[in-house]
């Protein structure tokens, strides 16, 4: 129970966990308002605005920006993940999921026309995979604001 105690108390892991998690909240509470049902995979699915694992990366470099400083050798490591991750949500994911929804339509396609395709688990595939500079933006935005926060009104 220690581990626990310890890590809901750790300044930079309560950042990054709150700012994936206000991520995902904000992208469910959108796509509701948008389409006016309840769609749960929103609570944990990739893709979408905004970004929630940039918003996780970017709280962990900041609140380790304000916990060890600029200079830091962490703070280093964490800037470098945290541009990885960025890059791979709006190039390779986002590339991966264009190319599902064109598979899917090619398969929508070949049932039209019954033209016999085995896909493997019979599935469509996954399509919302990546993001758009723009909601990687917003995932840095809420991501920098949440340690801010933290930062200055709880520490």
């Known amino acids: 129970m ?3 105690s ?9 950042c990054a966990f709150w700012g994936w998690f206000l991520a995902q909240a904000l992208k469910f509470v959108i796509v509701l308002l ?8 929103r ?5 979408g605005f905004p970004s929630s694992h940039t918003s996780l990366v970017v709280a962990l470099s900041t609140a380790t920006a304000y916990e060890h400083g600029v ?18 949500a709006s190039g390779v994911r986002r590339e991966a999921g ?6 899917n339509q090619l398969m929508e396609h ?29 995932g840095a935005i809420l991501g920098y604001t949440v340690a801010s ?4 009104n709880f520490l």
Request: neutral net charge; aromatic residues 16%.
């Open 2 to 4: 220690q581990f626990f």
């Open 6 to 14: 310890e890590i809901f108390s750790n300044y930079i892991a309560l």
């Open 34 to 41: 948008q389409i006016r049902r309840l769609q749960w995979e």
């Open 43 to 47: 609570l944990i699915g990739s893709g």
């Open 71 to 88: 200079n830091s050798d962490l703070f280093v490591i964490c800037l470098t993940f945290s541009l990885i991750v960025m890059y791979d």
């Open 98 to 103: 264009r190319q599902a929804q064109i598979l």
């Open 110 to 138: 070949f049932k039209k026309r019954n033209i016999p395709v085995h896909i493997e688990g019979g599935q469509m595939l996954k399509e919302l995979l990546g993001h758009t500079p723009f909601e990687v933006f917003g």
């Open 149 to 152: 926060i933290i930062y200055y």
